[in-house]
């Protein structure tokens, strides 16, 4: 069990406030959001039909949690792990112009997640995606929109100051960009979480691109699958990889903390080139990939938002399950119980 277990934490807020906090924060953030990026909001499935190519294949490893359906001779329906390929398609199918978007409460079960005081089996996050031109797929407008979400972020912040004056703002001034590669030859010997411990405790809040591809020591930062972020275009400054991740500091677990993980997505080029690296070109087959071949989907940018991570962050809490109910270990119940950490 990987826990920690902060000295002589406790809560911010009560429990009956915490509740009042967890929605004002939602309600503020997603306000800001759709404002701000021009989103109008969708309703989200839980589940998508299996062996289609819609669901979100994350790593490429996590397995979905899945159960047949009677009535469609035993076709079988995954829980999605996220809606970033979902959420293209129905930018297609809505029409949506370029310049607007649309945002979904998306519910997620992650069967294989490794449970932790950031981690759950149960995600919840805003997932929204922008209709874009071709002229918008570069890195400019990329670190523009994730500085239009920063903003975003402060302004919640202050929001949260204003209602519990004791939960004082840390976020500074202005996201610092950075790509994975130039991470690398900084921190050379750490590892990937050493390196984003290292330069987020720097600065506090980092916009790290280009994850997904090899690095220069043939390794990746973190793994993305091929087939919704583009991570192996080249960008001006000769490195790969149109996304990234936001990370801020985290206080209370002192060390670097994802808040959401977005990019520009794939076009038809990008698509093929990543389905070969990572070795699955049938995926071609698919439906989801036979649309954005065959040019029925828009480009576009997209990411997801963690909502209980937000909750986390803003309340200063030490674990995810003080801002949202999950099934947790019985020997992590108890130690957090030990050290002032109430799980729902």
């Not at 005081?117 to 990329?142: M, P």
């Not at 080029?269 to 989907?297: A, D, I, M, P, T």
């Not at 209980?308 to 992590?332: K, N, T």
């Amino acid at each position: 069990m990987s826990l920690i277990l902060p000295e002589g934490y406790k809560a911010k807020l009560v429990p009956e406030l915490m509740e009042q906090a967890i929605f004002y924060i939602k309600e503020e953030f997603q306000a800001s959001l759709t404002s701000e990026l021009d989103l109008r909001r969708v309703t989200a499935p839980l589940f998508v039909l299996g062996g289609v190519g819609i669901n979100d294949d994350l790593n490429g490893v996590e397995r979905a949690v899945n159960f047949p359906i009677k009535s469609m001779g035993e076709r079988r329906a995954e829980v999605v792990h996220s809606l970033a390929k979902w959420k293209r398609m129905k930018l297609a199918a809505y029409e949506i112009p370029a310049g607007y978007g649309i945002y979904t409460d998306m519910n997620a079960i992650r069967a294989d997640e490794e449970l932790d005081n950031i981690h759950s089996l149960y995600v919840d996050q805003w997932d929204w995606e922008r209709t874009i031109t071709a002229e918008d797929r570069n890195l400019d407008f990329l670190c523009d929109v994730v500085e239009t979400i920063y903003d975003c972020l402060k302004d919640v912040e202050h929001s949260v100051y204003n209602e519990y004056p004791h939960i004082r703002p840390i976020l500074p001034e202005r996201i610092t960009f950075m790509h994975s590669e130039d991470l690398l030859q900084k921190y050379p010997t750490l590892s990937p979480k050493e390196r984003e411990n290292a330069i987020v405790r720097e600065y506090g809040a980092v916009f790290l691109i280009g994850i997904g591809h090899k690095l220069s020591n043939g390794q990746k930062h973190d793994g993305r699958a091929p087939d919704y972020d583009d991570w192996s275009t080249e960008t001006e400054d000769g490195y790969r990889g149109l996304n990234g991740d936001i990370l801020v500091w985290n206080p209370v677990l002192e060390q670097s903390f994802e808040l959401s993980s977005m990019g520009i997505r794939v076009d038809q080029e990008s698509l093929l080139r990543q389905l070969k690296l990572e070795g699955c070109e049938e995926r071609v087959n698919l439906l989801f990939h036979k649309k954005l071949l065959n040019n029925e989907l828009p480009l576009s940018i997209g990411g997801g938002i963690g909502q209980s991570r937000l909750c986390m962050y803003f309340l200063r809490c030490a674990h995810i399950g003080e801002v949202q109910v999950s099934i947790w270990p019985e020997d992590m119940i108890a130690a957090c119980q030990k050290a002032g950490i109430d799980l729902r």
